[in-house]
């Protein structure tokens, strides 16, 4: 239960923040429509990590090259979340670009999308992945512990059944993306 009010304090920050915006009451009703989705899902909470990677989207800028076509996120793994992101985001826009959701083989060559969520079943895999990625402006998500070190962006991680954010600037960085800095006071900053 704890965990469930967690995601809510995380979902009211990102009102405050998207409450400063002309949009950011119709974002707002968004967001409330997922909390009961959440709490019929208190086992799973990808219902929520779901609405909270779309509004990633919001706030991590890819390069020019990255702003056509379809606007990709990639689920690498056996996790509950590709089913919530294909029920929840799926069909929905990032500005201009359809969102499209496609699952990948950590082994895959072309993990072409710009956003890639690594399952907690695929974290062994994360050198591979990282070097699968490197050069190309993808948004590396991950949800086991110590990732956002080993090369992922942002790391969601169980803290006293709380749900937190690691947030590695220098990974986002590298991969030519920029994040803006309310983003950034949402989680914790891991070097």
């Known amino acids: 239960m704890r965990f469930f009010y ?3 304090n995380i979902i009211r920050r990102l009102f405050l923040i998207i409450g400063r915006h002309k949009a950011g ?3 707002c009703l968004f967001l409330v429509s997922a909390i009961p989705t ?3 899902q208190q086992e799973t909470n990808y219902a929520v990590k779901a609405n909270i990677i779309y509004h990633f989207t919001k706030y991590i800028d890819w390069p020019s090259d990255k702003k056509s076509g379809d606007f990709i996120i990639g689920v690498i793994g056996n996790t509950a979340l590709y089913n919530e992101l294909k029920k929840n985001i799926a069909n929905k826009m990032v500005v ?3 969102i499209v959701i496609k699952k990948f083989s950590a082994l895959a060559a072309g993990l072409n999308c710009q956003v890639l969520f690594i399952g907690d079943d695929e974290s062994d895999n994360i050198k591979k992945i990282v070097s699968a990625t490197t050069g190309s402006a993808t948004l590396l998500i991950s949800e086991s512990d110590g990732l956002a070190k080993r090369g992922s962006c942002i790391n969601f991680v169980i803290v006293a059944d709380h749900l937190k954010l690691e947030i590695n600037k220098d990974n ?3 991969r030519g993306l920029s994040i803006a800095s309310e983003l950034l006071q949402l989680g914790k900053i891991i070097k």
């Open 96 to 98: 201009n670009q359809k």
């Open 25 to 27: 009451f119709i974002i």
């Open 172 to 174: 986002i960085e590298e």
């Open 6 to 8: 967690q995601e809510k």
């Open 38 to 40: 959440a709490f019929a």
